[in-house]
């Protein structure tokens, strides 16, 4: 059985500034991804895998996390595949886990994680908020 965190990234900055692929977290959207990693310190996961799409505010979000975790943030998987991907693009992530990736967090973006946690928790009606993540069991 896997775990997965599937957080979708802090709050970033609007996109009048900045191209989206560059928007930065705001004060508000780091704080955030600092207290989603002293949750996950605090329900003493052991992390396997950090992955996070390449966009500036999932790899901002995935690092604060890391710290947080005390998991290396040099061993953070940047996978561009989960840049505005649809939902099947992050099923072919999780199924890509190897078997020793038990407790995996995946860093990215909405509409395709809230999609993702509704797939296999047809029942919740998921709707991740920035800096909000769902736990998943997978087999």
């Known amino acids: 059985m896997k775990t997965l965190l599937l957080v979708r990234h802090g709050e970033a900055y ?24 002293l949750q996950f310190k605090q329900q003493s996961l052991h992390i396997d895998s950090i992955i996070c799409s390449s966009a500036k505010r999932t790899l901002t979000t995935a690092t604060l996390i890391a710290k947080q975790t005390h998991y290396p943030s040099d061993k953070i998987h940047v996978e561009p595949n989960i840049y505005n991907a649809e939902m099947e693009d992050l099923l072919n992530v999780v199924q890509q886990l190897g078997k020793e990736q038990n407790t995996v967090i995946i860093v990215g973006h909405n509409p395709g994680l809230s999609l993702l946690a509704n797939y296999y928790q047809p029942d919740k009606n998921i709707l991740l908020p920035t800096g909000g993540y769902a736990k998943i069991s997978v087999a």
């Open 14 to 37: 609007d996109n009048a500034h900045f191209a989206d692929f560059d928007r930065p977290l705001t004060p508000f959207g780091e704080q955030q991804a600092l207290e989603l990693g």
